[in-house]
Nanobody
Framework: QVQVVESGGGWVPPGGSLRLSCAAS????????IGWFRRAPGKEREGVSCMSRTDVRKHYADSVKGRFTISRDEVKNMIYLQMNNLEPEDTAVYYCALAEVDVCTYFFREYEYDYWGQGTQVTVSS
């Protein structure tokens, strides 16, 4: 059983930064793609970013390109989302998800992922 736990959310003023973390654990821990999603109040969940363990390319939603960076620490089984220049529109619950195969080409498709965390709240306001 694979478990996914997000952390690092909180409140930040516009223009601020946060780094979200995602801890993956379990046996066997076999996944390829890591995705970040978010659900803003009153909106559907949307894909934010994705990276694969077998492909160097990183994928981002247009709304976060140039501001967010996805990365991972393979040794610690940690995945990160560095968020800079945050905007009120970034306010949402952020979710980490894992997929057993590389799904990053269609990273916005929720059904492509096999394991999900419970989410962490990010609030951007003055």
């Amino acid at each position: 059983q694979v478990q996914v736990v997000e952390s690092g959310g909180g409140w930040v003023p516009p223009g601020g930064s946060l780094r979200l973390s995602c801890a993956a654990s379990g046996t066997p821990l076999d996944y390829d793609a890591i995705g970040w999603f978010r659900r803003a109040p009153g909106k559907e969940r949307e894909g934010v970013s994705c990276m694969s363990r077998t492909d160097v390319r990183k994928h981002y939603a247009d709304s976060v390109k140039g501001r967010f960076t996805i990365s991972r620490d393979e040794v610690k089984n940690m995945i990160y989302l560095q968020m800079n220049n945050l905007e009120p529109e970034d306010t949402a619950v952020y979710y980490c998800a894992l997929a057993e195969v590389d799904v990053c080409t269609y990273f916005f498709r929720e059904y492509e992922y096999d394991y999900w965390g419970q989410g962490t709240q990010v609030t951007v306001s003055s």
